[in-house]
């Protein structure tokens, strides 16, 4: 059982002021900026990713498993496992219509409920990425497959135990922080649920 204390636990916003914001660096899918901020009476500064955020689902299938796609992910030199995501890189789209897209882009599926799970900022030191993760049910094949190139062209599909799922990340055999997160947060739901 929660204690009060604990139930109260809150990310809180800061009011520090950016006295001077420049852009460092332009990129093709975010960019790098230097911000001076007067926090706590000292002027310092910070260099950031500026990130559009991205949204991923956990799709889970009538039989408790969950959909994994392995992708070449060039910084990490790995073909990790992943859940689909994406960026949130259309104007005015809902995340969740962002994660419906992705499950359609990456996997060749609809869902009949996607719901919120949980959101997290990846990197809150480096970036300002905040990332919505999804639980997707009532799974079907769309009738038509996403073209798909660079490295999603020979994305690997794996229907997997959601319990296992869990394991290899407990194990550290899959280290995505967006999986990771998104399995262990799947399964404390469907637990949460039977209780």
Same mark, same amino acid.
């Not at 919120?116 to 990332?131: A, C, H, Q, R, Y």
């Not at 959601?162 to 399995?183: C, K, P, Q, S, W």
């Given at each position: 059982? $929660?204690?009060?204390?604990?139930?109260?636990?809150?990310?809180?916003? %800061?009011?520090?002021?950016?006295?001077?914001?420049?852009?460092?660096?332009?990129?093709?899918?975010?960019?790098?900026?230097?911000?001076? @901020?007067?926090?706590?009476?000292? !002027?310092? @500064?910070?260099?950031?990713?500026?990130?559009?955020?991205?949204?991923?689902?956990?799709?889970?299938?009538? &039989?408790?498993?969950?959909?994994?796609?392995?992708?070449?992910?060039?910084?990490? &030199? $790995?073909?990790?496992?992943?859940?689909?995501?994406?960026?949130?890189? @259309?104007?005015?789209?809902? +995340?969740?219509?962002?994660? &419906?897209?992705?499950?359609?882009?990456?996997?060749?599926?609809?869902?009949?409920?996607?719901? +919120?799970?949980?959101? /997290?900022?990846?990197?809150?030191?480096?970036?300002?990425?905040?990332?919505? /993760?999804?639980?997707?049910?009532?799974?079907?094949?769309?009738?038509?497959?996403? !073209?798909?190139? =660079? !490295?999603?062209?020979?994305?690997?599909?794996?229907?997997? %135990?959601?319990?296992?799922?869990?394991? %290899?990340? $407990?194990?550290?055999? $899959?280290?995505?922080?967006?999986?990771?997160?998104?399995?262990?947060?799947? =399964? !404390?739901?469907?637990?949460?649920?039977?209780?």
């Amino acid at each position: 059982m $929660m204690d009060d204390a604990a139930a109260t636990l809150s990310d809180e916003p %800061a009011d520090a002021v950016v006295t001077d914001s420049e852009l460092v660096y332009t990129g093709r899918v975010w960019d790098v900026r230097s911000d001076t @901020v007067l926090y706590r009476d000292e !002027e310092i @500064v910070r260099q950031y990713v500026d990130h559009p955020g991205a949204a991923a689902v956990v799709a889970l299938d009538d &039989r408790g498993r969950v959909l994994l796609i392995q992708q070449y992910r060039h910084p990490i &030199r $790995m073909r990790d496992w992943e859940i689909p995501a994406g960026l949130l890189d @259309v104007p005015g789209e809902d +995340p969740v219509e962002a994660a &419906r897209r992705e499950l359609a882009e990456e996997a060749d599926l609809d869902a009949a409920s996607i719901d +919120p799970l949980v959101s /997290v900022f990846t990197t809150p030191g480096g970036n300002d990425e905040i990332v919505h /993760v999804f639980l997707a049910r009532g799974l079907s094949p769309r009738t038509t497959a996403h !073209e798909r190139e =660079a !490295e999603e062209a020979d994305i690997r599909l794996e229907w997997v %135990a959601l319990e296992d799922a869990v394991a %290899a990340v $407990m194990a550290g055999r $899959m280290r995505n922080g967006i999986l990771a997160t998104g399995v262990l947060a799947a =399964a !404390e739901r469907l637990r949460s649920s039977r209780d």
